[in-house]
């Protein structure tokens, strides 16, 4: 049964970088995907980026040019590699096991904190 782990979270000044961990491994990688969502307080829960079997990813329009994800398969780890953070970035972030070229979840991670200061 996989359960997406999150790490790597915390606060940062507006214009720094963080980067994010999701460990997952016990899926099939030939079935299914991960991707990365986010909640900032009072919104929903949002699409931020995914990784596709062949490596091809996509972005949302607001973190596009900001925002890295990228896969180690041997280590069955996801990672997001956020630069040039704002504000607006400020949210929990969570790891999502997904359909592959679609985003919609079958198993979330717990999530990490994510915190951008002015």
């Known amino acids: 049964q996989v359960q997406p782990v999150e790490s790597g979270g915390g606060s940062v000044q507006a214009g720094g970088s963080l980067r994010l961990s999701c460990a997952a491994s016990g899926y099939s990688r030939s079935a299914f995907c991960l991707g990365w969502f986010r909640r900032a307080s009072g919104k929903e829960r949002e699409p931020v980026a995914r990784?596709?079997?062949?490596?091809?990813?996509m972005y949302a329009d607001s973190v596009r040019g900001r925002f890295t994800i990228s896969q180690d398969n041997a280590k069955n780890t996801l990672y997001l590699q956020m630069n040039s953070l704002g504000p607006e970035d400020t949210a929990i972030y969570y790891c999502?096991?997904?359909?592959?070229?679609?985003?919609?979840?079958?198993?979330w991670g717990q999530g990490t904190q994510v915190t951008v200061a002015s």
């Open positions: 999502a096991l997904i359909t592959c070229g679609t985003w919609s979840t079958l198993k």
């Open positions: 990784i596709g079997r062949a490596g091809d990813t």
